[in-house]
Every structure is written in C-alpha cells, then in structure tokens.
C-alpha cells in the first residue's frame, strides 16, 4: 500500500470528516482512492442513520468544490505569473471552447469512470472560464453524485458499490446526454439572446 493511500485509509477513519480531507486534497490534484468508494462504505454503514450518510455526502461536495476552487486558482494565477503572451489556440483550445463546461461536467457527475477531470479543471482555469460560471458547474455535477451515490447505497446496501462499478459506462452514457442537454439549451440561450440584441440595435 502505498503512503497516499494509507494515509487516505487513516483519514476514513474520521467518518465524514474524513471524507471532507480525501475530497479537498484529492481535488486540489493529489491523487487520492475515489471519494465515491468511502462514501459507499459510510453510505452502507449508515442504514438505519441515513442523515449521516448524506452528512458525509454533504462533506465530499464541500471538499471537492474548496479543492476545485484551489486548483482553479492556483493555475489561473500561475498563468498570470509566468505567461505574458496569451495561450496558443491549439485544437485542444478550440476543442475545450466549443464544448466549453461540458467537458467539466461530465466527469465531475460520473462515479467509478476514470475521466481526467483534473485535466479539465486545468483548461478551464488556463483559458480564463468565468470562475462562477465553473464552480456553478461543479456544484452541480457534485450535488447529483456524491448525493446519488449516498442514495444508492442507502437503498442497496453492500450491492451499491458493484452496481455502479458494473454499470460505470452506462452512468458515463447518461451523464454525457445530460451534459448535451445542457450544452444545447446554453447555446439555444446565447443565441436567442444574440438575436435580441441585434433586434434591439
């Protein structure tokens, strides 16, 4: 066992505090075992206490968004600091553009799926996404999964973590046509906004 992971099965033994530590240190880009592993445990042991379990859901969103905001900030002032010419566009800029937040939230809402989101977390802080607009979408995506993993175990016990191991693709499906729903209707927004404008011009 490596000394992160040890040290990340010591912070498990403080509960939801705990899950509180592994959620911020893990977010601010020290690799961590996944949150939604621990939180199942706490999930599964607190059967007949479910607030505790949504208690320790509650402090892996708070932990993740503080170690999110941290990251964010840290590459965005470090940008400042050692880059005075803008980023090159690059396909991976205009890619990011396109897609804007979506690429964000997708692997911040999908449990058990080993998406980057760090490298995501990153691009948006480099090319300067408005940091309300990310941390609205990280709120998000982290309310529907740390909440919606705590729920599941509740309901199916010790099966919840093999359930959403099993289906891990199926959650990444559903959560990328989320994702594009609220791309399309953020862009039907823009738009339809664009088009005020210029009828009021």
Do not use: C
């Not at 706490?42 to 206490?49: E, F, G, L, P």
């Not at 990153?122 to 309300?132: K, L, Q």
Request: proline share 4%; charged share 15%.
């Amino acid at each position: 066992m490596s000394e992160l992971a040890k040290f990340a099965a010591v912070l498990q033994t403080y509960g939801p505090w705990g899950i509180f530590g592994i959620a911020l240190i893990d977010s601010m880009g020290i690799p961590l075992p996944a949150v939604d592993i621990f939180l199942v445990g706490i999930a599964v042991d607190s059967v007949r206490h479910p607030l505790r379990a949504y208690f320790a859901a509650a402090m892996a969103i708070v932990g993740s968004l503080i170690g999110n905001a941290i990251l964010y900030q840290a590459i965005q002032r470090g940008r400042d600091v050692f880059s005075k010419n803008k980023v090159d566009p690059g396909k991976f800029q205009a890619w990011f553009q396109r897609y804007g937040l979506l690429t964000v939230f997708v692997p911040a809402v999908t449990p058990f799926v080993p998406l980057p989101l760090k490298v995501f977390v990153i691009s948006a802080a480099a090319f300067r996404t408005r940091f309300v607009t990310f941390m609205a979408v990280m709120v998000t995506a982290r309310v529907i999964r740390y909440f919606g993993v705590a729920w599941l175990a509740l309901q199916l016990g010790a099966d919840a973590r093999g359930l959403l191991t099993r289906h891990g693709w199926t959650i990444l499906a559903v959560a990328i046509g989320i994702g594009h729903l609220f791309y399309v209707a953020i862009r039907w927004s823009d738009r339809h906004r664009a088009s005020n404008d210029r009828l009021t011009i």
